[in-house]
T-cell receptor, first 107, second 114 residues
């Protein structure tokens, strides 16, 4: 099956810093999503982005499907951005999740 | 709108016991799915449904049953709990794009099997 690799596995930032999270995948996909899991375990859909670029406030995402990667940008990070960020991809009818990037934003 | 509601949030079982995790959504979504989340392994698909009366197996279906008698409800049944089923379970729904469409998750159910 498709392999999904996220980097870095862990990231520690000071409040106000910017960061880039990466998701590499091993095969062509028709679907890619980014999720945030907050420290209480809740999963929130951030972006549905099989290709191109989208922005939502301080967050933006870019997927380059032909090169099999996606990037999630977080600008001016806040403590509420802490948690785990997952990307999930689908070459077909099922999503495969990466193992996530654990982000900690310190005040 | 409550979105996707899961119950219970926490459960402890003994090996061999059975139980049902409940999932309900009030968004009239056609597609619903169950995932389990284990440390270091991301989320894995257990079972899914593309509409009332239609279910299918995901990546890790063994030991679990599902049914979809209504659009709103998608319960997950553990037939004979095993310690390997200790995990956090998430129910998700989506309206378009099938089960890989934009997903809305419940808050999760943490299950411990002793």
């Amino acid at each position: 099956g498709i392999q999904v690799e996220q980097s870095p596995p862990d990231l520690i930032l000071q409040e106000g810093a910017n960061s880039t999270l990466r998701c590499n995948f091993s095969d062509s996909v028709n679907n890619l999503q980014w999720f945030h899991q907050n420290p209480w375990g809740q999963l929130i859909n951030l972006f549905y982005i099989p290709s191109g670029t989208k922005q939502n406030g301080r967050l933006s995402a870019t997927t380059v499907a032909t090169e099999r990667y996606s990037l999630l940008y977080i600008s001016s990070s806040q403590t509420t951005d802490s948690g785990v960020y997952f990307c999930a991809v689908a070459p077909g009818s099922r999503l495969t999740f990466g193992e996530g990037t654990q982000l900690t934003v310190n005040p | 709108n409550a979105g996707v509601t899961q119950t219970p949030k926490f459960q402890v079982l003994k090996t061999g016991q059975s139980m049902t995790l409940q999932c309900a959504q009030d968004m009239n979504h056609e597609y619903m799915s169950w995932y389990r989340q284990d440390p270091g392994m991301g989320l894995r698909l257990i079972h899914y449904s593309v509409g009332a009366g239609i279910t299918d197996q995901g990546e890790v279906p063994n030991g679990y049953n599902v049914s979809r008698s209504t659009t709103e409800d998608f319960p997950l049944r553990l037939l004979s709990a095993a310690p390997s089923q200790t995990s956090v379970y998430f129910c998700a729904s989506s309206s378009t794009g099938g089960i890989t469409g934009e997903l809305f998750f419940g808050e999760g159910s943490r299950l411990t099997v002793l």
